[in-house]
């Protein structure tokens, strides 16, 4: 990782951090104020007790959110909403990298929006994404079981191809000028790879 991207994921760890900080101040002065009001008047509402509640429970979600993303950030996790994304240092065949991402919490990189193809086209090198025909030829699936779309995929001009015949069965990025860089290579090829853990909104 370069001087510049370890600067960009700094500021934007800052940036979250503050973020959430300033969400828990807001929600601090929102409870005061409630509070405040509630005790002034001399009509007590009846719902307002449940309100101040569910306001608490919000602010302590947000707290155990925040020490979530600092865990991860601290791990080595970079945060493109509202996935983390843990991008390898080394090189494995796909099902080890899978391993090594299941060991995570998380899994193969399953890409859903033209960010996260930008996103995974930026590193510039061979990497590993969750989607296979290990089960049936032809037939491509991301690692949760559901269909890569035709409609939505970027393989790359004449790809998927079983070139020569081989039995190239999983997925992987490369870097190609257009943003079409899908293609499939044997599972056993070893590759960087992409693991992504989805966070609970």
Not at 29 to 40: D, E, M
Not at 70 to 82: A, I, S
Not at 110 to 126: D, G, P
Request: negative net charge.
């Amino acid at each position: 990782m370069t001087l510049d991207a370890s600067s960009r994921k700094e500021k934007l760890y800052r940036l979250v951090v503050v973020s959430f900080g300033l969400l828990c101040i807001l929600q601090a002065a929102a409870n005061i104020g409630l509070r405040l009001s509630l005790y002034s008047s001399n009509a007590r509402m009846p719902d307002f007790e449940a309100i101040i509640k569910n306001l608490t429970e919000e602010g302590e979600d947000l707290k155990r959110k925040l020490s979530l993303f600092d865990r991860y950030f601290q791990e080595g996790w970079v945060y493109l909403r509202p996935s983390f994304y843990y991008i390898s240092s080394s090189e494995k065949s796909w099902q080890e990298s899978r391993d090594d991402c299941l060991q995570r919490g998380a899994d193969l990189m399953i890409i859903n929006s033209k960010e996260e193809q930008e996103f995974a086209r930026q590193f510039k090198r061979l990497t590993w994404i969750g989607c296979t025909d290990r089960e049936t030829e032809g037939v491509w699936k991301w690692v949760d079981g559901t269909a890569v779309k035709t409609s939505f995929s970027y393989w790359h001009n004449g790809e998927p191809n079983s070139y020569q015949s081989k039995e190239e069965d999983c997925g992987e990025i490369k870097y190609y000028e257009d943003e079409n860089s899908w293609n499939d290579e044997p599972c056993n090829k070893k590759n960087f790879w992409i693991c992504e853990k989805v966070v609970a909104q």
